[in-house]
Nanobody, 127 residues
């Protein structure tokens, strides 16, 4: 049984920092690609960041340069370090995995979400 459990959400002031964590069970984590998504009120869920088992990473343009995704395979945990947060980062953040990776020539890749999602953690950025 796959379980993804997020933690670390909360309220933070604009330009502040926050770290989200997602601990997985029921999967072979070290060979799994993982992703973070978010959903703001009235909007569709969107991809924020992904990381492959080989530590290749991708970010949405809206968070590139401010957020960092990383992983600890010994702890079956994927992290999202959020810095210089903005009010528009306010959303429920969801962990997903193991995602399907399609690699492109030149090193790029795409991530297709699995059907497994965490319960979500609320991030609110106050201005």
């Amino acid at each position: 049984q796959v379980q993804l459990v997020e933690s670390g959400g909360g309220t933070v002031q604009a330009d502040g920092n926050l770290r989200l964590s997602c601990t997985a069970s029921g999967i072979t984590f070290r060979v799994s690609a993982m992703g973070w998504y978010r959903q703001a009120p009235g909007k569709e869920r969107e991809l924020v960041a992904t990381i492959t088992s080989g530590w290749r990473t991708n970010y949405s343009e809206s968070v590139k340069g401010r957020f960092t995704i990383s992983r600890d395979d010994d702890k079956n945990t994927v992290f999202l370090d959020m810095s210089k947060v903005k009010p528009e980062d306010t959303a429920v953040y969801y962990c997903n995995g193991p995602g399907e990776i399609n690699s492109y020539p030149g090193g790029g890749y795409s991530y297709t979400a699995s059907r497994y999602w965490g319960q979500g953690t609320q991030v609110t950025v106050s201005s």
